[in-house]
């Protein structure tokens, strides 16, 4: 299972690799190409599906995994449950259409909203037979569907924007990324669906709790963009998701290979409880090992970051970067419980965490908008990001009986690390001129990067040594170094 893993790993590392590469190209032409006012009346729909969908979303993924033998009328009633789920959403959007155009005062809102519920729709119609992959964990078919999605979205976004300048650009990128998303998951896993709702009882007990826990979990998170959109306009609402979305993309994409590849790894141990335990350890220190230097790096370097890759437009953003860059990073101390209580089933436990975070996270963002308006917001989640890897941690202790400390502990290299590779790149950056041409930018950003990996990679291996080589991220990166060595020097001796 091991090795089936690290081949995941890889499989989706390297879609991740080129989706951010294709992402980087699009966000480098769109973003000089459109405005912060394009991108804030599409972000104004999107954060209403951003609500709306996971407010309705069935977790179907979760549920047939964690059947033990699904058959071909769990698939039928997975697919009939998730269209008719479209068509009541998707149908919701297009009827509200004018309401919320006159809400806002924007007539472009209609059309967008109009083009978002057709989205709605094409998505409902999507293959659910292709977790069969992900429960055999095969994550090849996940790098190509992630890379197929965003190049077409990639390639009619671009045009569009090239020939309209406006934000039908974006509405079309997604669109066309849908359409291909669809088609690929019936290429990759042919399945031909029927009409059922046989099992809908079986796998809505145990997806109820979820749709209930991202009810309380979409509002808790989204409720920022409603307030900026509703309060601030679409300018810095364009502006706030935009730099909330840099923020999170580090992070997001350097960890996600290996938090999409938990929830079967934990499921397989699930039965054998030391397993678990040191599975769990594991995979937190290598999620946190990976995240942290990526996000604070993106901090540090923000201020000639955004603006290199945005465009001068995007200033405001440059907060919004630095803080949220962080509070991603440090968060991933905490994440890998999503997946642990989804293998342990512990689905209801996961709404009471919601539900807590909810209370606490409101009156905080309120206070910070009332106090400062977009920045009060921004430190406000800063605020709330800490608190919440104390809940994360908490209920990894219900779950498996690992105490806040020893979770803090496990990930403590990482942090000593990070903090060394801060202190020198907040040196290098008091001493280094860096220019005023992009090249100069790039040069300066490069040399960051290299200097932050140098630091960080000394100071873990050396804290490590010190520790007496504990099992962690150390060990299973050399371990993998020596069998890639031995496997190229077998290759080359066999030649």
């Known amino acids: 299972m091991k090795e089936k893993l690290a081949i995941g ?18 966000t480098l032409v769109l973003a000089r190409l459109l405005t912060p006012e394009d991108f804030g009346v599409v972000a104004i729909v999107t954060t209403l599906l951003s609500i709306i969908g996971p407010v309705t979303e069935l977790s179907l993924s979760a549920a047939l995994i964690q059947q033990q033998a699904p058959t071909e009328e769990h698939f039928h009633t997975a697919w009939t449950m998730n ?31 109009l083009a978002i519920g057709l989205s709605i729709v094409i998505c409902g119609l999507s293959n659910p037979k292709l977790i069969v992959r992900e429960r055999n964990l095969e994550f090849w078919p996940s790098f190509v569907m992630s890379v197929s999605n965003k190049l077409v979205g990639l390639l009619v976004g671009v ?29 990759l896993q042919p399945y031909r669906p029927r009409w059922s709702l046989r099992h809908f009882k079986q796998l809505w007990s145990f997806s109820i709790w979820l749709t209930l826990g991202q009810t309380v979990n979409t509002l808790n998170w989204r409720l920022d963009h ?39 790894s934990f499921r397989a141990v699930i039965h054998d409880r030391e397993r678990l335990v040191r599975t769990y350890q594991r995979a937190q220190a290598l999620v946190s090992a990976v995240a942290l230097p990526i996000g604070f ?104 009986g690992l105490s806040l400390l020893q979770q803090v502990g496990n990930t403590a290299r990482s942090l000593i690390s990070v903090a060394a590779m801060v202190i020198a790149l907040l040196g290098l950056c008091h001493d280094w001129s860096v220019g005023d041409t992009a090249g100069q930018r790039l040069v300066y950003l490069l040399l960051l990067g290299a200097t932050g990996g140098v630091v960080y990679t000394a100071v873990h291996l050396f804290s490590w040594r010190l520790s007496g080589r504990p099992v962690g991220p150390e060990s299973d990166l050399l371990g993998f170094l020596y069998k890639a060595r031995d496997r190229v020097r077998a290759y080359f001796g066999r030649a």
């Open 9 to 26: 790993v890889l499989w989706l590392s390297g879609a991740r690799v080129l989706v951010n590469i294709m992402g980087l190209c699009s």
């Open 83 to 113: 269209l008719l789920r479209a068509l009541l959403v998707g149908g919701g959007f297009c009827l509200a259409a004018p309401w919320v155009a006159d809400f806002y005062g924007d007539t472009r809102l209609t059309g967008v909203m």
């Open 159 to 187: 045009t569009l924007a090239l020939i309209y300048r406006n934000y039908w650009a974006l509405i079309g990128g997604t669109l066309a990324a849908q359409l291909a998303g669809v088609a690929a998951s019936y290429w």
């Open 226 to 264: 409603l307030i900026v959109g509703t309060f601030l306009g679409p300018t810095a609402l364009g502006t706030y998701v935009v730099g909330d979305n840099l923020a999170a993309l580090p992070t997001r994409e350097s960890t996600g290979p290996i938090q999409q590849t938990l929830f079967p």
């Open 297 to 400: 790096g993106v901090a540090v370097a923000a201020d000639v970051l955004v603006p290199l890759v945005l465009g001068p437009n995007w200033g405001e953003a440059v907060l919004v970067v630095q803080v949220l860059s962080c509070v991603f990073a440090l968060q991933t101390m905490g994440s890998t419980v999503q997946p642990l209580a989804l293998a342990e089933g512990a689905t209801q436990l996961m709404f009471r965490r919601d539900l807590f975070s909810f209370a606490m996270r409101v009156p905080i963002i309120l206070l910070g908008m009332w106090w400062a308006g977009m920045p009060g917001i921004v430190y406000a989640r800063m605020v709330t990001g800490v608190l919440a890897i104390g809940i994360n941690m908490y209920v990894v202790q219900r779950l498996i």
